[in-house]
């Protein structure tokens, strides 16, 4: 047993990718674009300023690709990427979707183009030239764009904001999820502290954003309605109590899980005014259900489904993914057609993406490029021809790392149901509360120039005598601000909070403010 052990790693070790790379600028897109060509292989960069080439790869069968530009210095990463998705489609006999688009929003360039007076025709001619990107695809993003604009030109889009209020229990913990969420049943007894210290954190929100318009809230997870209905209650009756509704235009409650819903649930949520509820199935095969840890039966989505509308929810969204191990496209036509017949108000489509996190791993598919492509853009096409069937339109979209076939999740809506909460997400404008909640910093600098930072972490500064000092502050990126020319030390702002100094310790960055952001 040890032994056929020793020679599965060795094996795997041999069907390593290696990445050369001149320069470092090099690495990222290199790594994302193998990636997507070979998913489930092991993929290593190195970075060697002697190298003959910009971009040097080793395949596991022994070729190497060689990948070059002569263009001017600021097109030679383009172009150095193009050259390689070249070889790699001619070698694999397989376009990607995105082409070597490696971002997760790539409907802001079409709205960059729209915004700039561009033509339909113009933007599809430069997404392939540019990027590789094909052409039922830069369709889909600029139709994306065109609504999402519309959508946009109603709200405040400088003062206004989204509220999201994470919730990370769920009745199990599904294998290829990769959320920072645990089971229920582990955490039963920390829930209520948990919601006790939301419900400071939203206070604290409430009061630093009063002279903002609050857009949307949306309760996800997890698995919100893992909660009793006490602390449902509980909850939303704190954000009603310290949140102004004056500009509010959705609130949105992820019920996602069949087997979190009960009919007093459901009427907390209503009487709370709650607008738009999710409830996700994933997938309308049982065998898949048992297969992803899942314990509950696809009878159970449409008795819940059933109840919702019962209590008198009339915009309901529902989730699937396309992918799910053992599912080939007559599976996703079969979930199609039951949740057709539920009629949603709107269908959100995922491609399977698997991260590090999640216990699934791509060889878990036991599927190669060819066949994940394959049946990945088969249920794709067959989601949108149902959802077109349902008179649902899509009107947001996003990509993930590691997503499987280098597809997308696109969200289907009809006319007067699409989730603004969505399209706000995707423009990075809002304030994030719970366990694993991210938000964006915005900051400029003395030319006027936007930046944005993720807060990593935010603890409260104590002086050894016990003196409270302000707060230290981690974020995914370094911050030099330029009063005092870019140095450690400087001073500047971060979302409105005076930043007093910045310093490195231990490789970290910290940045000590007034008050916490």
Same mark, same amino acid.
């Given at each position: 047993?040890?032994?056929?052990? @020793?020679?599965?790693?060795?094996?795997?070790?041999?069907?390593?990718?290696?990445?050369?790379?001149? @320069?470092?600028?090099?690495?990222?897109?290199?790594?994302?674009?193998?990636?997507?060509?070979?998913?489930?292989?092991?993929?290593?960069?190195?970075?060697?300023?002697?190298? =003959?080439?910009?971009?040097?790869?080793?395949?596991?069968?022994?070729?190497?690709?060689?990948?070059?530009?002569?263009?001017?210095?600021?097109?030679?990463?383009?172009?150095?990427?193009?050259?390689?998705?070249?070889?790699?489609?001619?070698?694999?006999?397989?376009?990607?979707?995105?082409?070597?688009?490696?971002?997760?929003?790539?409907?802001?360039?079409?709205?960059?183009?729209?915004?700039?007076?561009?033509?339909?025709?113009?933007?599809?001619?430069?997404?392939?030239?540019?990027?590789?990107? +094909?052409?039922?695809?830069? !369709?889909?993003?600029?139709?994306?764009?065109?609504?999402?604009?519309?959508?946009?030109?109603?709200?405040?889009?400088?003062?206004?904001?989204?509220?999201?209020?994470?919730?990370?229990?769920?009745?199990?913990?599904?294998?290829?999820?990769?959320?920072?969420?645990?089971?229920?049943?582990?955490?039963?007894?920390?829930?209520? $502290?948990?919601?006790?210290?939301?419900?400071?954190?939203?206070?604290?929100?409430?009061? +630093?954003?009063?002279?903002?318009?609050?857009?949307?809230?949306?309760?996800?997870?997890?698995?919100?309605?893992?909660?009793?209905?006490?602390?449902?209650?509980?909850?939303?009756?704190?954000?009603?109590?310290?949140? =102004?509704?004056?500009?509010?235009?959705?609130?949105? !409650?992820?019920?996602?899980?069949?087997?979190?819903?009960?009919?007093?649930?459901?009427?907390?949520?209503?009487?709370?005014?709650?607008?738009?509820?999710?409830?996700?199935?994933?997938?309308?095969?049982?065998?898949?259900?048992?297969?992803?840890? +899942?314990?509950?039966?696809?009878?159970?989505?449409?008795?819940?489904?059933?109840?919702?509308?019962?209590?008198?929810?009339?915009?309901?969204?529902?989730?699937?993914?396309?992918?799910?191990?053992?599912?080939?496209?007559?599976?996703?036509?079969?979930?199609?057609?039951?949740?057709?017949?539920?009629?949603?108000?709107?269908?959100?489509?995922?491609?399977?993406?698997?991260?590090?996190?999640?216990?699934?791993?791509?060889?878990?598919?036991?599927?190669?490029?060819?066949?994940?492509?394959?049946?990945?853009?088969?249920?794709?096409?067959?989601?949108?021809?149902?959802?077109?069937?349902?008179?649902?339109?899509?009107?947001?979209?996003?990509?993930?790392?590691?997503?499987?076939?280098?597809?997308?999740? !696109?969200?289907?809506?009809? !006319?007067?149901?699409?989730?603004?909460?969505?399209?706000?997400?995707?423009?990075?404008?809002?304030?994030?509360?719970?366990?694993?909640?991210?938000?964006?910093?915005?900051?400029?600098?003395?030319?006027?120039?936007?930046?944005?930072?993720?807060?990593?972490?935010?603890?409260?500064?104590?002086?050894?005598?016990?003196?409270?000092?302000?707060?230290?502050?981690?974020?995914?990126?370094?911050?030099?601000?330029?009063?005092?020319?870019?140095?450690?030390?400087?001073?500047?702002?971060?979302?409105?909070?005076?930043?007093?100094?910045?310093?490195?310790?231990?490789? $970290?960055?910290?940045?000590?403010?007034?008050?916490?952001?």
């Amino acid at each position: 047993m040890l032994a056929k052990d @020793s020679d599965k790693k060795t094996e795997w070790r041999i069907k390593m990718i290696q990445i050369i790379c001149k @320069s470092e600028s090099y690495t990222y897109n290199a790594y994302h674009i193998l990636k997507a060509f070979y998913p489930s292989q092991e993929v290593s960069c190195k970075t060697d300023e002697e190298a =003959s080439n910009y971009v040097t790869v080793q395949l596991p069968d022994g070729q190497e690709i060689f990948a070059e530009t002569e263009n001017l210095q600021t097109e030679k990463k383009r172009q150095t990427d193009l050259n390689l998705y070249d070889q790699l489609e001619k070698i694999t006999g397989e376009p990607l979707a995105w082409g070597v688009l490696t971002g997760v929003r790539p409907t802001k360039l079409a709205m960059q183009k729209l915004e700039a007076g561009w033509k339909k025709e113009d933007y599809i001619r430069w997404a392939w030239e540019s990027a590789r990107v +094909r052409k039922e695809k830069a !369709v889909l993003a600029w139709e994306i764009a065109e609504r999402e604009r519309k959508i946009l030109e109603e709200l405040d889009y400088e003062e206004g904001y989204s509220l999201y209020v994470g919730i990370p229990f769920c009745p199990s913990v599904c294998s290829y999820c990769s959320f920072s969420s645990g089971p229920l049943d582990r955490w039963k007894e920390k829930v209520d $502290v948990y919601v006790d210290t939301l419900c400071k954190e939203l206070e604290f929100i409430a009061e +630093r954003s009063k002279n903002k318009k609050l857009n949307t809230i949306y309760i996800g997870g997890g698995t919100p309605t893992t909660l009793t209905a006490e602390q449902l209650e509980r909850l939303m009756g704190w954000i009603d109590e310290k949140f =102004s509704r004056e500009h509010l235009l959705e609130y949105t !409650v992820e019920a996602g899980r069949p087997d979190s819903i009960t009919e007093e649930k459901l009427k907390v949520i209503k009487s709370h005014g709650i607008t738009r509820i999710s409830i996700n199935p994933q997938s309308m095969q049982q065998k898949t259900l048992d297969a992803i840890g +899942r314990k509950h039966t696809v009878e159970e989505i449409k008795e819940a489904y059933a109840l919702a509308r019962e209590t008198g929810f009339d915009n309901i969204n529902m989730d699937i993914i396309a992918g799910l191990p053992g599912e080939d496209i007559s599976d996703m036509e079969d979930t199609l057609a039951q949740i057709a017949q539920m009629k949603p108000d709107s269908l959100t489509v995922h491609s399977l993406a698997i991260k590090r996190a999640a216990r699934m791993e791509m060889r878990d598919l036991h599927r190669d490029v060819k066949e994940t492509h394959d049946i990945l853009s088969g249920m794709i096409e067959k989601a949108a021809k149902t959802a077109e069937e349902m008179e649902l339109f899509p009107y947001y979209l996003y990509r993930q790392k590691n997503i499987a076939g280098n597809f997308e999740n !696109v969200g289907y809506a009809k !006319v007067d149901k699409a989730g603004i909460y969505n399209i706000l997400i995707m423009e990075e404008k809002h304030l994030a509360s719970g366990s694993d909640a991210t938000e964006k910093l915005y900051y400029h600098d003395s030319h006027g120039r936007e930046f944005t930072a993720t807060v990593l972490s935010c603890e409260e500064k104590v002086t050894a005598k016990g003196k409270k000092e302000g707060y230290r502050v981690v974020l995914d990126r370094t911050l030099f601000f330029p009063e005092g020319g870019g140095q450690f030390g400087d001073q500047g702002w971060i979302d409105g909070i005076k930043v007093t100094d910045t310093h490195e310790k231990n490789g $970290v960055i910290y940045h000590e403010t007034e008050a916490p952001i």
